[in-house]
């Protein structure tokens, strides 16, 4: 097998897999902290990198019903989340090809300043 190729987002405060500490997005990509996952308080970002995606699947949540894929680091194959692909309802459809991050599998982590 050949080398791994993983993304880096750039930034000042990055999140990253809490168990192998691969980045996976930066601050400029978090949209809202006002999620709930299984494991409690989740993020929502715009871009995530460094993920391997399970097949899709139908969920009923707390805000209605979703077709998500669940997310896990690419390196160390840990769940830290899910992504959105299709919404039913139409007021929950700006969540599509968003992820969830959950606060308790990640963390956050300082970058490098730009110069």
């Not at 978090?30 to 871009?47: Q, V, W």
């Not at 992504?83 to 599509?96: D, H, L």
């Amino acid at each position: 097998m050949g080398k791994m190729f993983l993304e880096h987002p750039g930034g000042t405060r990055l999140y990253s897999c809490a168990k192998c500490h691969t980045v996976l997005t930066n601050r400029a990509n978090l949209l809202s902290t006002r999620f709930t996952g299984s494991t409690g308080r989740a993020f929502l970002f715009k871009k995530v990198v460094n993920l391997a995606m399970s097949e899709k699947q139908d969920r009923v949540m707390l805000t209605g019903r979703h077709i998500v894929r669940d997310v896990s680091c690419k390196k160390c194959k840990s769940r830290v989340g899910w992504m959105y692909e299709y919404a039913t309802e139409e007021q929950q459809r700006y969540k599509e090809g968003k992820v969830i991050l959950e606060r308790a599998l990640i963390a956050e982590i300082n970058g490098i300043d730009e110069i």
